[in-house]
């Protein structure tokens, strides 16, 4: 492996670190989706009670 590809992996290795594995990246979407489907489920049943509270 020549120095210029050596470098190349550890720029790679560098840029994972810091942003995580695509899999990882993946969970946290999921998440981060699941979050805002229960955020969005809890405001519709609040939006219901409060409709027959009136």
Same mark, same amino acid.
């Given at each position: 492996? +020549? $120095? @210029?590809s050596?470098v +190349? %992996?550890?720029?790679? !290795? #560098?840029?994972l %670190?810091?942003? =995580? $594995? %695509? $899999?990882?990246? @993946?969970?946290l979407?999921? =998440?981060? !989706? @699941? $979050? @805002?489907?229960a %955020? =969005?489920?809890? #405001?519709? !049943? !609040? #939006?219901? =009670?409060?409709?027959? +509270?009136?």
């Amino acid at each position: 492996m +020549d $120095s @210029l590809s050596h470098v +190349d %992996a550890l720029v790679h !290795a #560098a840029e994972l %670190a810091r942003t =995580g $594995s %695509a $899999s990882e990246q @993946l969970w946290l979407l999921g =998440g981060v !989706a @699941l $979050s @805002l489907v229960a %955020a =969005g489920i809890v #405001a519709l !049943a !609040a #939006a219901r =009670g409060r409709n027959r +509270d009136h």
